[in-house]
């Protein structure tokens, strides 16, 4: 008998913490991921258009490095450089009583939030999931799902850094006989997730001549068509439908805005594709048999 099996407690317990440590990693991806991505296009602008953007190709030139790793995380306000126990995931946000100790300017309660967050969503998939090398790809897509789903609440993108190597991962894992879904669902799962959006987004434009959505929700249905397969992506986009529709006008009676306001659709489908990968096609199946007879 193995360790798992005498102790089975031991991988919840151990995604948990896993997901507690990759939360303060996400915690970065989302606020800087969106800030690369930015200086990379006025770079790209400066080097296709010297002549329109002068002073952006001088600045891109010399602008200090800046990625995932490089500069170390500091307080926006005192430019304190946080150091490793300042960083410890929840634990050092409740010792400094959320505060820099620094400076004693308040640190946002987010930081801790987004990652008890990635620590309960990865103690869900390892309660729900049997454990397996699927579960623990699970686990990774759940993190992906929620680094998408905050950079599309703050800066309304997708970047497909994230969303094409997640498609691709569905896709490889269902040649390497990993996923539940078979080498043809994924691939046409994701072609459809893709064609889906695509469709709706030309027929609003055509109708309506604006654009209802933007090209990251169309590959994040992909992704989510590449791991759930074809059959899952109707509960996909009804559930994320739903969702948005409900939020949207509580959004709208809350901060009195109006229909044309735009608002981010890709944490609605994010949510929908993760309730999908773990409950999907039982609540399906619970649904057809209910009210279908089927």
Known sequence: MDLLT???????????????????????????????MERQWQAECA?????????AATDSAEQAPFNLSVPRSRCPHCQHAISAWENIP???????????????????????AIETFTALVALTVALVLPTSEWTIAVIFFSFALIALAFIDIDNMLLPDSITLPLMWAGILLALLGYSPVSLQDAVIGAMAGYLALWSVYWLFKLITGKE???????????????W???????????????????????MMRMQQSDSQTP???????ALAGWIAILWGEPLVN????????M
């Not at 080097?47 to 002073?55: G, L, M, T, V």
């Not at 209802?212 to 590449?226: I, S």
């Open 47 to 55: 080097e296709s258009f010297p002549d329109a953007f002068p002073s």
């Open 286 to 293: 619970w649904y057809l048999s209910s009210y279908l007879g």
């Open 228 to 250: 759930l397969g074809w059959q899952l992506l109707p509960f996909v986009v009804l559930t994320s439908s739903l969702l948005g529709a409900v939020c949207g006008l509580i």
């Open 6 to 36: 005498l102790t089975p407690w031991l991988f919840p317990v151990g995604a948990a913490i896993f997901g507690l440590l990759i939360g303060s990693f996400l915690n970065v991806v989302i606020y800087r991921l969106p800030v690369m």
């Open 90 to 112: 929840v634990i050092s946000w409740l010792l400094l009583k959320g505060r820099c100790r620094h400076c004693q300017a308040p640190i946002s309660a987010r930081y801790p």
């Open 263 to 269: 608002f981010s659709f890709g944490p609605y489908l």
């Open 212 to 226: 209802g959505m933007g090209y990251g929700d169309f590959k994040l249905l992909a992704a989510l068509g590449a």
